[in-house]
Each structure stands twice: as C-alpha cells, then as structure tokens.
Nanobody, 124 residues
Framework: QVQLVESGGGLVQAGGSLRLSCAASGRTFSTYGMGWFRQAPGKEREFVAA????????YYAVSVKGRFTISRDNAKNTVYLQMNSLKPEDTAVYFC?????????????????WGQGTQVTVSS
C-alpha cells in the first residue's frame, strides 16, 4: 500500500508557473505507475498526466501538452508536475494517484491510491 501527499499548490497569475510535488510512502513506490488528475468546481475529475514506473514513457491530456511536465524521482519517492504558462482554466484541485500497473495509464479507475489534493488557482 502507498500513501500520497501533494504539495506546491497556490495562487498564481496567468502565464506563471507552479511545481506540484507528490510524496509517497512505502518501499514499493518505484513499481507504481503515477498520474496527476484535476477537478474543477462543478466538473468531473479529469486526467492530466501520467508516467510509468521507471519514468521514460509519459502521457498528457491535450489541454496541457507542451505546458506541463510530469517527472519522478524514485530515490526520493516523489513525483512532480511542472506547470508552465498557466491559464485560468487550469484552476482546479490537483490529485496525484498511484497505479499498481507499472504503465502510465490515463483511466482514473486504474489508480488504487489517491492523495488528498492541492488547490491551484490561476488568476486572469
């Protein structure tokens, strides 16, 4: 089992950057595929980015591709989401999640473990 704690959210102006971190407990972190999702008020949770267990393969939602970068440091049990050129429509609670599948998967049902979320607010 793994526990996840996100950090790094906050308020930023449009065009700015934030880096989210997700610290994981457990010795088997390196075997999990990791993902980031977000949920805006009144909307469904949506996929943002995913990375497979050893890194390398990554996937992004069309809406964030070219602006966001997912990475992981297995030695630190941490996954990151670097967010650049932020837009007001990026405002949401961002969640990291761990999948027992080693793949980078986009389906939320593939993820068994979730963090509590961190708020990102982008002002115009």
């Amino acid at each position: 089992q793994v526990q996840l704690v996100e950090s790094g959210g906050g308020l930023v102006q449009a065009g700015g950057s934030l880096r989210l971190s997700c610290a994981a407990s457990g010795r088997t972190f390196s075997t999990y595929g990791m993902g980031w999702f977000r949920q805006a008020p009144g909307k469904e949770r949506e996929f943002v980015a995913a990375i497979r267990w050893r890194g390398g393969s990554t996937y992004y939602a069309v809406s964030v591709k070219g602006r966001f970068t997912i990475s992981r440091d297995n030695a630190k049990n941490t996954v990151y989401l670097q967010m650049n050129s932020l837009k007001p429509e990026d405002t949401a609670v961002y969640f990291c999640a761990a999948s027992e599948s080693r793949s980078a998967t986009i389906g939320s049902h593939e993820y068994a473990y979730w963090g509590q979320g961190t708020q990102v607010t982008v002002s115009s």
